[in-house]
């Protein structure tokens, strides 16, 4: 099984949609989680950390399921800006700083 | 915020000659440095942590002969691709982790190598 999995996409969505990504991670004892959002070749960027009471960011809502090991971002009334590619990422117990990524999502939104 | 340099952003390069890759953080220190390779459509793969003043750490099926990694301060590494061949061409991207801030990571911009 791999480390981080992710559903490769691509999502092509209209403007306005509501779009969900989910993840799912390997190692039970991971100690904590974000999403990264990386535009084609281009460095990945801090969307945001995900919490196991769920978070918000504007638009977006993060969920971690410890007990299922899933991680989810959700996207609200997308813009044609938040085409990318989204990236789950995990910090394994055993390696403090060394991120584990996964393969990501792409998005595509459609005027 | 962090900022995290890196240089070159592009290099083409004949096959056997070797590139060298910096990645400088700018506004604060940097005790550990990450490389990572990200080949088309895949996610991005750990190749080796460096630590300033000592000998970087490689990821499993990575040569560290081949690629070659300096950490001489708190504000720069270089990984240099020794001898390099097309299936070394890929995406670089080095990150800068920030001293006190175990998780926050900064990212260079990136280097795409491609090797004739």
């Known amino acids: 099984r791999k480390e981080v999995e992710q559903d490769p996409g691509p999502f092509n969505v209209p403007e306005g949609a509501t779009v969900a990504f989910n993840c799912t991670y390997s190692n039970s004892a991971s100690q904590s989680f974000f999403w990264y959002r990386q535009d084609c070749r281009k460095e990945p960027k801090l969307l945001m950390s995900?919490?196991?009471s769920g978070n918000e960011d504007g638009r977006f809502t993060a969920q971690l399921n410890r007990a299922s090991q899933y991680i989810s971002l959700l996207i609200r009334d997308s813009k044609l800006s938040d085409s990318a590619t989204y990236l789950c990422v995990v910090n394994p117990e055993r390696s403090q700083g060394n991120l584990i990524f996964g393969k990501g999502t792409k998005l595509s939104v459609k005027p | 915020g962090a900022v995290v340099s890196q240089h070159p952003s592009w290099v083409i390069c004949k096959s056997g000659t070797s590139v060298k890759i910096e990645c400088r953080s700018l506004d604060f220190q940097a005790t550990t440095m990450f490389w990572y390779r990200q080949f088309p459509k895949q996610s991005l793969m750990l190749m080796a942590t460096?630590?300033?003043?000592?000998?970087?750490?490689?990821e499993q099926g990575v040569e560290k002969d081949k690629f070659l990694i300096n950490h001489a301060s708190l504000t720069l590494s270089t990984l240099t691709v020794t001898s390099a061949h097309p299936e070394d061409s890929s995406f670089y991207i080095c990150?800068?982790?920030?001293?006190?801030?175990?998780?926050?990571?900064?990212f260079g911009s990136g280097t795409q190598l491609s090797v004739l």
């Open positions: 995900v919490y196991s």
């Open positions: 460096s630590n300033e003043g000592s000998k970087a750490t490689y």
């Open positions: 990150s800068a982790r920030e001293q006190g801030w175990d998780e926050k990571l900064f």
